[in-house]
């Protein structure tokens, strides 16, 4: 596992979005929790939803950054699809990475394993063909600066899939199931996400379209998830990439996803 120094807080305020310290909180928090949510979210409704997402991939993906990682759940259920590819997992957390480390021993193939904050990508312009996070913009203050780097390390029509918490949907669905972590799993995301903030197809579009083409989304978990879908522009559709800035990053208030759900 690799890891790089921590981003300064100060940095992080001057996107203008974070109250400095509250990075280092949260991280402290994903750390308590990632062996409840390593037992919890490794069972087979989780790891398929997961794997759909590959569904939304580009032929001839061949390198993968999953961001925010966590236990390695959803990465690894993507080399269980594409057992060739390298799949690269992000994450701020120690423990979760920790998490992801013995998991992927369970694999078809090892995951690379990162620690850094998916606002500042220790990776090169162009270094993906897809870049996927599940369950992972909803919870962060300054997911315009994440979209911002995810497009940047995208290779020309590169793909970004995203899966988040819906407003939508009706918990009844979770039950049909039959498993009874799955609905653990799903009960707690409904909290977490009711306290951090639900997407909309509005708010999501919202996120992604200063900073992808072809952005779309889709209703999944029975309507409790949405999938959010864009690529990087071909060089010759989006010449100047637009910076954090540019994108309209600067001052943007912490994000509300306008759904309060329930
Ligand atoms: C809800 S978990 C999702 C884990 C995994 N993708 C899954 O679906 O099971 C969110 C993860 O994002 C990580 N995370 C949150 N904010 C982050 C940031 N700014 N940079 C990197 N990782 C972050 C947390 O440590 C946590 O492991």
Redesign the pocket.
């Known amino acids: 596992m690799s890891s790089r120094p921590e981003p300064d807080e100060a940095a992080g305020s001057a996107h203008g979005t974070q109250a400095p310290g509250t990075?280092a909180h949260?991280?402290w928090l994903?750390?308590v929790g990632?062996d409840i949510?390593a037992l919890l979210?490794w069972q087979e409704p989780?790891r398929a939803h997961?794997r759909s997402m590959v569904d939304h991939f580009p032929g001839g993906t061949a390198r993968i950054l999953?961001?925010?990682?966590?236990?390695?759940?959803?990465?690894i259920a993507v080399l269980e699809r594409l057992p060739r590819a390298q799949v690269v997992g992000?994450?701020?957390?120690s423990r979760?990475l920790r998490q992801a480390q013995r998991y992927t021993r369970r694999g078809p193939a090892p995951l690379a394993l990162v620690q850094?904050?998916?606002?500042h990508l220790p990776f090169p312009d162009g270094s993906f063909d897809v870049v996927m996070?599940?369950?992972?913009l909803y919870?962060?203050t300054?997911a315009c600066s994440?979209v911002a780097e995810a497009r940047r390390v995208l290779r020309p029509g590169g793909r970004a899939v995203f899966?988040e918490p819906a407003g939508g949907g009706s918990a009844s669905w979770v039950l049909k199931s039959l498993s009874v972590r799955f609905a653990i799993s799903m009960a707690l995301?409904r909290a977490?996400s009711r306290h951090a903030g639900r997407f909309s197809e509005a708010t999501l579009r919202e996120l992604l379209e200063p900073h992808l083409v072809d952005v779309a989304t889709l209703p999944t978990l029975g309507g409790l998830g949405l999938i959010g879908l864009g690529a990087r522009a071909e060089a010759r559709r989006h010449p100047s990439p637009p910076t954090v800035a540019a994108a309209g990053c600067l001052n943007q208030a912490p994000i509300g996803h306008g759904e309060s759900g329930e």
């Open positions: 990075r949260r991280r994903f750390d990632a949510y979210t989780w997961c999953d961001l925010g990682i966590g236990p390695g759940v959803s990465g992000l994450d701020f957390s979760m850094a904050d998916a606002t996070a599940h369950s992972f919870l962060l300054d994440a899966l995301w977490a």
